[in-house]
């Protein structure tokens, strides 16, 4: 193993203590929660100092193949030469100026080019703002009270209309949360029923268009993406994206998707381009600047302009109003990255490493035994891994422990965020990582965890308690 994927012998105690100051200064240690201590085994590092490409670095300048992309923000390559050259131009244009800058015109018309269902847009700094936006945009035009979102998405926004909907409801207004209705992907009757319960009175339904569950079933074409997406699929009709989309607008309701992991890596015009369907809001951020902050709600004009002030005589919708929301060096990253993803077709490169990736995870997993025990699951631009038990259960303690041995061997890997840096030397980096790590697994399997990790175990972020 070479010297700089080593952790320091020393790291123990300077983590502990670091975590001790994070938590000290931060509610949660971290500004994402996905980002905290029970996201991660104990040996993870709590403070990154740098990245570049695929790789992180910790404070004791140890090196890390990172699979995090923070949070999947990163789909070209931490600190590209070229986004943040685009950004410094912007810096020493001044930030931020007193009117719209150029370059928010610019970024606003280069989205509205791109993204086929945007013909206005409102940028922002981050996803809950342009998910929040995009609801009121809905509730503005149809006068209506509801919004339909799936269980099995774990995150819309922080805002009080979602997250009293999920199991972390302190310090929410339940009259917020009782606005959002629940059904389940992939089960248009759950969602019709909402509907007939209340008829007149639902403004929106808002979903993802995939995770690592498609809106395609067991559909095989499936295999052929993205080649030959779903788009030209003689299924294509009826896949849930469809089914939803029809059942919201013949209750008179917005259809509302939600692109913020999608957007710009299952293809440059979203994974809605790819799906063969058209919301009439779109929300994007993370992977679109590269990793600059910057989101973005979407859409058809007629009801973007909800929020327009050159419309004489219209009732005013205060829709999005942030003194960072056109901030330039983010605006310019975003141009920048929009570029080098079309002119090197970069979503098609990410497809491919997952691919690789996908089967190379499948070939080391059978050759120790663990193909029941080490699985994957959905697309191979957006795949999850499973960890299972030895009931053949899944497990977060064996997840917990999987995460600390590629950790020990110099990859990070808490979930599957893939960029264009991630090339051949990564994949067998990553292959020959989990090999190891997988040894450990399966000895863990026969004699017990508690003689391979601490009691500690990766626990869910959407949880009552701590």
Request: include cysteine.
């Amino acid at each position: 193993m070479p010297d700089d994927l080593k952790i320091a012998s020393n790291s123990a105690a300077d983590f502990a203590a670091l975590r001790l100051r994070l938590h000290k200064a931060i509610p949660g240690g971290a500004h994402t929660y996905s980002r905290g201590d029970d996201q991660f085994p104990t040996n993870a590092p709590p403070v990154l100092a740098r990245g570049k490409g695929a790789y992180v670095w910790d404070t004791h300048g140890t090196r890390y193949l990172d699979y995090g992309m923070a949070l999947r923000a990163i789909s070209i390559g931490y600190a590209d030469d070229r986004v943040n050259a685009a950004a410094i131009r912007q810096i020493e244009n001044g930030v931020n100026l007193t009117r719209a800058s150029e370059i928010e015109l610019q970024a606003a018309e280069l989205i509205c080019d791109t993204v086929p269902c945007a013909e206005m847009v409102k940028f922002a700094k981050n996803g809950s703002n342009a998910t929040s936006a995009a609801v009121k945009i809905a509730r503005a035009y149809t006068g209506r009270r509801y919004v339909c979102v799936p269980r099995q998405h774990p995150f819309f926004s922080f805002d009080d209309w979602f997250i009293g909907s999920t199991a972390v409801k302190r310090g929410t207004l339940p009259d917020h949360a009782e606005s959002t209705l629940l059904f389940d992907y992939n089960d248009v009757a759950s969602l019709q029923a909402h509907f007939d319960a209340y008829p007149g009175q639902i403004a929106a339904v808002m979903l993802e268009p995939a995770t690592h569950i498609t809106p395609c079933g067991t559909c095989p074409m499936q295999a052929d993406w993205p080649a030959t997406p779903c788009s030209a699929c003689p299924n294509n009709k009826s896949n849930f994206l469809h089914q939803a989309k029809a059942v919201a607008h013949a209750g008179g309701a917005l259809f509302i998707l939600d692109e913020m992991i999608t957007g710009f890596r299952w293809h440059l015009k979203g994974a809605s381009y790819l799906f063969g369907i058209e919301p009439d809001i779109a929300t994007f951020g993370k992977a679109m600047a590269n990793g600059f902050a910057l989101a973005a709600v979407v859409g058809k004009r007629e009801y973007m302009q909800v929020g327009a002030t050159d419309q004489p005589g219209m009732e005013r919708t205060f829709l999005l109003s942030t003194t960072h929301g056109g901030e330039m060096p983010a605006l310019g990253a975003f141009v920048e990255a929009t570029r080098i993803n079309a002119e090197e077709e970069v979503p098609l490169g990410l497809w491919a490493y997952g691919r690789k990736l996908r089967a190379g995870f499948a070939q080391v997993a059978a050759a120790r035994g663990l193909q029941d025990h080490f699985v994957t699951e959905g697309p191979e631009i957006l795949m999850n891994y499973v960890t299972r038990d030895r009931d053949g259960q899944p497990s977060l303690a064996m997840r917990t422990l999987l995460s600390q041995e590629m950790i020990a061997r110099g990859v990070m890997m808490p979930w599957l965020g893939t960029c264009q840096a991630h090339g051949e030397t990564e994949l067998q980096m990553t292959l020959e990582a989990l090999d190891g790590a997988l040894k450990v697994y399966a000895a863990a399997l026969d004699e017990g965890l508690d003689r391979y990790k601490d009691d500690h175990v990766i626990k869910p972020v959407f949880r009552t308690h701590n």
